[in-house]
């Protein structure tokens, strides 16, 4: 039986380190993978309080593959997300939306015994990506999650080059949607609570940049035929409709509770679609690692030891907002 350390949420919201074991041979498509980076993403905070391995911004090495392996081999480079494992055969799968799959198997929600916080895991090669030569550990982890739910949202619904883009908030998600929508070739608009991130997500490739704290209305050159909210919140929609250009579509990616409420009339008479989205399916997610290796995106990160202590600080500076601008684990030596 391997047996291999994971690190998991419990009741105190300090992860805690422990084991997990597996048989030992692998069945099928799996793969054992000696993790040497994870992202944290906004999600795990909503999980740190659950007794479940934590992370879903994985990536490792392959060290053994099972049987039924057909890409991967001992050595490659590899990452995963959200989303462990899917059917292959119905219709969400057969047309490249299998992240809708009725039997996908998410985090959260299926293999709570590991995660990408941790020194190893099992997954199916099914749901792992080789990383691109050119993108090191610790800026493929936060592509697993922050950049395939961005990219997927704007590739997946079609952007085009001509658009006005809108990211609000800049954090893990944000400062990967500004890059991404920059290299589309589309003139993307920042929102953002205060000032203090203008200059970097100018840098990043943002044309215009808006501090939201304490405003009734919004002042735009021109208005978004897009907008990514990446924020850990939902926004005031009365803040953003009147910003929104007739047919615009808004991608409300928060995790959030409660019900989604919107300027209802609002909604009719500019024509505008609410589209939910989650994460990536894998042609959006093998698409994502190509075009940031191409375009040279990399997410802006902050190193932290792979050990409870090293995790609680990186969580608790997250969720006081002190991230800049993905918090990455790495194993000590
Ligand atoms: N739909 C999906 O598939 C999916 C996938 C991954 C993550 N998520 C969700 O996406 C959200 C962002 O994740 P993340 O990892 O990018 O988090 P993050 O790094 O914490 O970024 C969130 C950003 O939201 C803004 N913010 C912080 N506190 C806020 C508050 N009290 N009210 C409003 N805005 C606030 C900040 O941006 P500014 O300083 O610029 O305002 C912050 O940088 C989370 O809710 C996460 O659970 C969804
Ligand atoms: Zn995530
Ligand atoms: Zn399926």
């Not at 690190?7 to 040497?36: C, H, M, W, Y």
């Not at 997946?156 to 800049?170: A, D, L, N, S």
């Not at 991404?180 to 070739?185: R, Y």
């Not at 040279?296 to 002190?322: R, S």
Request: hydrophobic content about 40%; charged content about 20%.
């Amino acid at each position: 039986m391997p047996t291999f350390t994971v690190f998991k949420g419990n009741e105190s919201g300090a992860p805690k380190k422990e084991t997990t074991s597996k048989p030992d041979e692998l069945s099928g498509d799996q793969v054992f993978i000696r993790i040497t980076a994870s992202g944290l993403c906004g999600t795990d905070l909503h999980h740190r309080t659950a007794h479940m391995g934590l992370g879903h911004e994985g990536v490792g090495v392959v060290e053994k593959t099972g049987p039924l392996c057909k890409v991967l081999k001992a050595g490659d480079r590899v990452g995963w997300g959200y989303n462990h494992s899917f059917c292959g055969h119905c219709q969400e799968c057969l047309t490249g939306n299998d992240v809708f799959c009725a039997e996908r198997q998410m985090y959260g929600y299926a293999d709570l015994d590991q995660g990408s916080f941790g020194s190893h895991a099992v997954w199916r090669e099914v749901a792992l990506f080789k990383i691109p030569d050119n993108i090191s550990d610790e800026d493929a982890a936060p592509l697993q999650c922050a950049g395939a739910t961005v990219f997927s949202a704007l590739h997946m619904y079609k952007t085009q080059p001509t658009e006005t883009v809108g990211v609000m908030g800049v954090g893990g998600l944000g400062h990967l949607a500004i890059q991404f929508a920059a290299k589309m070739g589309c003139r993307v608009v920042v929102l953002s609570g205060s000032d203090s991130k203008k200059e970097e997500a100018l840098k990043l490739g943002a044309h215009e940049f808006i501090a939201t704290k304490g405003k009734t209305e919004l002042k735009i050159s021109r208005p978004l035929d897009r907008l990514l909210v990446t924020t850990s919140f939902q926004p005031s929609w009365d803040l953003i409709l009147p910003i929104m250009a007739p047919r615009a579509t808004i991608f409300p990616l928060s995790v959030s509770e409660g019900n989604f409420e919107f300027p209802y009339m609002g909604m009719l008479a500019s024509g505008i679609t609410i589209q939910g989205a989650i994460v990536a399916s894998r042609i959006a997610h093998e698409r994502m690692l190509e075009f940031a290796s191409l375009h040279e995106i990399k997410p802006v990160v902050q190193l932290f030891d792979m050990t409870e202590e090293g995790i609680l600080d990186a969580m608790e500076k997250l969720d006081q907002g002190k991230i800049h601008f993905r918090a990455v684990l790495k194993p000590v030596a």
